[in-house]
């Protein structure tokens, strides 16, 4: 039985503690989320030329290489990191630790795993196979530098989720793009760089995001003190901090890492079994169908720590409102991408890259069904139980690899595409059980839009654009 049901049996009003009822809440993160995914749309309008730059000036080859070296330093950065980011922005939604010790504990651990991982990854590169090729391998080595960046922008975006600061993440975001866009146009018109200049465009811009949050932690600490006297910005983490970061992190660090690999692991294997001018193809085709994932982020970045700070009860009538609201939109514009993805691959980055339209095209389900996934991962992750996400990820990956080695020597990229379909379906299928069983809500319920939804999406819209919305 649905939190609300029981609520209603036991003649307890559904509000709650902070004066807002279930209908508040879903209006809450409805505003919220169509707020980060306009920020997110106007990313994209800025991402869009960035790409097409990109593919055009570099063509398959220099797309393959540049989304290789950032791929690889990614990914060593957000393991490394140890879920430590997702814990910070939990703690701060609870209130469980001040914001100054936060500050210290992100600044002390941003140079310790750097000292870390920076030599882990270049011992990685020399004795990975898929790194020996003389043009890719100094940009995967120029990629290292990518990981202090990398770890100071997580625990930033932590701490504007944790204070639940959606405009400054919105912002900071953004800012990070229009940068990325304007050094990409001096690397490709004005210097000539390549792939490599590409690269090096790329890790100037991201230093923006660690910049804005500095900023924001700045103004946070000014309004934190009491009688007037700002909070100190920064203060040494006190003993239980580290623990309490780790023990939280690490419950679904292992889940998010194999959510990582199941999202990008078949690049690794299209670029060591089919080679780099695939990979350029499928780059291409996963960049296009990710931009619908952009629906189900705008609401998982504002569900986890609004569900972080809510009653089981509330948190059990929530999510499934927000979850067949974001799977609902993000199949309709699945429709739409399907039946545009032809005219729109042409004319982004000309027929030269028709070759990854069948790929684009058979990842579009993917990621609709994806979404799911991603809903509840903001679920188990604001109930502190991460565990099952951990458990569904885990088969998925498992699934996905066996599918890769299966169908990509045979298929090539449409045969990744197809890999990775499955095995988002199959997580999120995973998870809508674990969610059944922790919260008593049906699938269906859970899953299938509503006419209240309609009414409550017609409510929150009219409410924006009223002149005291």
Request: aromatic letters at 10%.
């Amino acid at each position: 039985m649905s939190g609300r049901r029981e609520r209603e049996t036991t003649g307890e009003p559904v509000v709650a503690a902070g004066g807002q009822d279930g209908e508040g809440h879903g209006r809450t993160v409805l505003r919220h989320s169509l707020m980060t995914f306009g920020t997110r749309m106007g990313i994209v309008l800025v991402n869009i030329p960035t790409s097409i730059l990109i593919a055009r000036t570099l063509g398959a080859d220099g797309q393959g290489i540049y989304s290789s070296a950032i791929i690889f330093p990614t990914m060593f950065a957000f393991i490394g990191l140890l879920g430590i980011d997702s814990a910070h922005t939990y703690l701060l939604s609870r209130k469980r630790y001040p914001l100054s010790a936060i500050n210290g504990q992100s600044l002390l651990l941003t140079l310790l795993f750097s000292a870390a991982l920076v030599p882990a990854y270049l011992i990685f590169l020399r004795f990975y196979d898929g790194a020996a090729d003389p043009v890719l391998r100094p940009n995967l080595t120029l990629g290292v530098a990518l990981i202090p960046v990398l770890l100071g922008k997580y625990l930033s975006i932590a701490l504007f989720l944790g204070l639940q600061r959606i405009r400054w993440f919105n912002a900071a975001n953004f800012v990070q793009a229009l940068g990325l866009l304007v050094l990409m146009c001096l690397n490709l018109f004005v210097f000539d760089g390549g792939a490599m200049g590409a690269l090096i465009a790329y890790l100037l811009s991201e230093p923006l995001v660690v910049l804005i949050g500095f900023w924001a932690a700045i103004r946070s600490s000014r309004t934190a003190g009491e009688g007037g006297v700002p909070a100190p910005l920064m203060t040494k983490p006190p003993p239980g901090l580290f623990r309490t970061s780790i023990v939280y992190g690490l419950q679904g660090h292992a889940g998010n890492i194999l959510t990582q690999f199941t999202y990008r692991f078949d690049m690794f294997l299209v670029l060591s079994i089919v080679g780099i001018h695939a990979q350029g193809f499928y780059s291409i085709s996963v960049l296009l169908a990710e931009k619908l994932s952009h629906i189900p982020q705008s609401v998982q970045v504002v569900l986890f720590p609004k569900l972080a700070s809510m009653s089981v009860e509330d948190a059990n009538e929530l999510t499934p409102r927000v979850l067949r609201s974001s799977l609902f939109l993000t199949a309709l514009a699945g429709v739409v991408l399907y039946l545009l993805s032809r005219p729109l691959l042409v004319l982004f980055y000309t027929t030269e890259f028709l070759p990854a339209l069948q790929a684009f095209r058979v990842l579009i389900p993917g990621i609709v069904m994806l979404s799911v996934a991603k809903i509840l991962s903001s679920d188990f992750s604001g109930r502190d139980k991460r565990l099952y996400q951990t458990a569904a990820t885990g088969v998925a990956f498992a699934v996905n690899i066996a599918l890769c080695f299966m169908w990509i020597p045979p298929h090539g990229i449409v045969g990744a595409a197809w890999a990775s379909t499955a095995a988002y379906t199959l997580q999120s299928v995973l998870m809508l059980i674990f969610f059944r069983r922790l919260s008593g809500n049906g699938m269906l319920e859970s899953t299938l839009v509503r006419g209240e939804d309609f009414a409550l999406y017609g409510r929150t819209l009219r409410r924006l654009t009223s002149r005291d919305g």
